[in-house]
């Protein structure tokens, strides 16, 4: 990993956002991007690798494989993670992490393969150096990915560290908020590009809205994020991750509609309010009190725009799943005509309940919640659209 030779390396994202990722990395300037699932490959040079972890809004983490191997059993993966010179790649006094992930019937168990790995690292270490990183499970300065199919063996070097969807601007959280880079990835789904004005109207701690006046603005994602992994490797090059850094910011866009968050419990307002102060967008997010299937705003929306919203459901609160959405439906047909819609639920028994027909059904994880991004056109007269 030199900074002017480019190498392999590869995004994680969320099932349902590889053909997102796959668009971003290519806007980004990647090279032989090629989806893979929950992911894509594609190849930079080490400022395209700060660039990837700094930009991409739908990366849970950018790895760079360092070994690819074949091995029949744990000891044999235990000698070849040993070949390899971890002492040039970070000091010592480091902490360290291993994440593995098995599909292999001869492992069945991934903290032990951890464990196996990590002996394997800090033997290496003493042997070298006559002494060895420590371990710290909660927040290393290195993390390193072991993934195993059959016998095929890739150790890469995580350079997120923490998953990019901890941004740093998130101060409180409602219940089972919405995940960041799902938020992103839906806004880019629904095909918002700040042209228009946003609305959640049940915006629970500000997750879509701050996502989406990033978007707008054109403001890269891992702005607040205080460290990276790979600021603690070696080669890290502070000079050109500056410079990066600096041009990122230069890149900021203007916005010249609304963004708009409602919710109806003045305390989850509060902890939006929060959220979207730490991200520094009070002048660009509007929060108000509202009850949306009772909708009254002293506000003009401005027009058009694209509602983004992710409802109750059953793991997030308790409610009469039929009566919501139906409710959700009067109140689209009735309060936002000329508007385009976009919920994310998982909730079979309530999509049958909103009385409007979706022009779109995307199939999406949430969490570990079977979900559906679903999108309703609401025309002017859409009050008389047939029921599913």
Not at 12 to 23: A, R, S, W
Not at 155 to 161: E, L, N, W
Not at 185 to 208: E, Q
Request: hydrophobic share 40%; glycine share 6%; proline share 4%.
């Amino acid at each position: 990993m030199t900074e002017n030779k480019n190498f392999r390396m590869m995004a994680k994202t969320m099932q349902g956002l590889e053909e997102v990722l796959v668009k971003e990395l290519r806007q980004l300037g990647a090279m032989d991007v090629e989806p893979v699932k929950r992911g894509a490959t594609f190849k930079g040079d080490i400022g395209f690798m700060y660039k990837a972890n700094l930009w991409l809004r739908t990366a849970l983490r950018v790895l760079v494989p360092i070994k690819e191997f074949k091995a029949r059993n744990e000891d044999e993966i235990y000698k070849k993670v040993k070949d390899i010179a971890w002492e040039d790649l970070f000091d010592k006094d480091r902490t360290i992490v291993v994440d593995t992930t098995i599909y292999a019937q001869q492992y069945n168990h991934t903290l032990y393969m951890s464990q196996k790995v990590k002996d394997a690292i800090v033997d290496r270490f003493r042997e070298k150096t006559g002494s060895r990183p420590s371990v710290d499970t909660k927040n290393p300065d290195i993390r390193i990915d072991v993934y195993i199919y059959n016998e095929n063996v890739i150790v890469s070097m995580d350079s997120s560290g923490n998953s990019l969807h901890k941004r740093g601007y998130r101060t409180e959280a409602d219940v089972a908020p919405i995940n960041e880079v799902l938020a992103a990835g839906i806004l880019k789904l629904a095909g918002w590009d700040g042209l228009g004005s946003l609305i959640d109207p049940m915006c629970g701690s500000g997750t879509f809205l701050i996502e989406g006046a990033m978007i707008a603005h054109n403001i890269p994602p891992g702005v607040f994020r205080k460290d990276f992994a790979f600021k603690n490797w070696n080669n890290f090059d502070k000079e050109l991750y500056d410079l990066l850094f600096n041009k990122a910011l230069e890149k900021e866009k203007n916005f010249y509609y609304g963004i708009y968050g409602f919710d109806k419990d003045p305390r989850v307002l509060l902890k939006a309010r929060s959220n979207v102060k730490s991200a520094l967008m009070t002048e660009q997010v509007k929060l108000e009190k509202a009850d949306f299937m009772n909708f009254r705003s002293s506000r003009e929306l401005k027009r058009p725009g694209m509602l983004v919203f992710n409802p109750p459901y059953g793991v997030k609160i308790e409610a009469d799943i039929p009566e919501l959405y139906r409710g959700i439906g009067d109140t689209l047909k009735r309060d936002f005509a000329g508007y385009t819609a976009w919920m994310i639920t998982s909730s079979r028994e309530g999509l049958k309940h909103v009385g409007l027909r979706p022009s779109q059904k995307i199939p999406m994880i949430n969490g570990s919640l079977e979900s559906w991004l679903v999108r309703y056109d609401l025309y002017e007269g859409s009050r008389k659209a047939k029921k599913q």
